[in-house]
């Protein structure tokens, strides 16, 4: 595995200038931000995310402002009393993508928002107070305990709210098998691990957040 030197002047040669990078790198929102996004907000951004996967973002994108009227603007003490007769209804609404399997996440994510709410106060604390340096436990607990968040959901749906975060996409995956940091696709938690304790390594030796981390890692495979 490289150091983040070698990182750093590979993407430095790729961009042409520091200014280019930087001006290209994402930036996360900081606890405090995170903390002070309502809980209703998050529990849209995880619909979204699950209604994104496998279908065209702008398509979904266009057709959010009437699942935010048809979800009671995802206020999840609202939300979670969605029984299936209800859910069946909004199979008829022709404003909405009508897949049954994603409607019916939507109440089930709003039972874990309310449970993480009875726990630590807030969604946002969870999200807020997770310690990057275990994202994937954040991802593992998203999994186990929301709905239809397995795969890459639960880190896109993190991106999208800001926390740092890095994402195995093809590209990164592939940047990370040339590292010899794992030897395939990582699912696993063993691989997950792996991959933590690399970004981990490189967050301390160069101070830059995960997500600046991850798109870096990506421009290293040669296309």
């Known amino acids: 595995m490289r150091d ?11 961009f042409g200038s520091a200014a280019a990078l930087e001006a290209y790198l994402p930036q ?15 529990l849209s951004t995880l619909a979204l995310r699950v209604f994104r996967a496998g279908l065209k973002h702008s398509l979904v994108d266009a057709k959010w402002p009437a ?3 048809v979800f009671f603007g995802f206020d999840p003490e609202k939300v979670v009393l969605m029984g299936a007769e209800h859910l069946e209804r ?15 996440s939507v109440p089930r994510n709003a039972q874990m928002v309310l449970d993480v709410q009875k726990e630590k106060g807030s969604f946002a604390a969870l999200v807020a107070d997770w310690p990057v340096t275990d994202i994937t436990g ?10 239809q968040l397995g795969g890459l959901s ?15 996409t093809d590209d990164m ?30 967050h301390a ?16 495979v040669n296309h």
């Open 4 to 14: 983040y030197q070698w990182l750093h002047e590979y993407c430095l040669n790729r």
């Open 28 to 42: 996360p929102k900081t606890p405090a931000q995170l903390r002070a996004i309502s809980d209703d907000r998050y």
């Open 67 to 69: 699942f935010e009227q």
């Open 90 to 104: 909004l199979m008829q609404d022709t404003r909405l993508i009508r897949h049954l399997g994603k409607l019916k």
């Open 138 to 147: 954040l991802w593992k607990y998203l999994a186990r305990h929301g709905n």
């Open 154 to 168: 639960a880190p896109r749906f993190l991106r999208m709210v800001g926390k740092d975060t890095f994402i195995p």
């Open 173 to 202: 995956s592939a940047a990370l098998i040339a590292q010899q940091v794992i030897d395939k696709k990582p699912t696993s938690l063993k691989d997950l691990a792996l991959v933590q304790a690399a970004f981990n390594q490189w």
């Open 205 to 220: 030796e160069s101070g830059r957040p995960l997500c600046q981390l991850s798109v870096m890692l990506a421009h290293t």
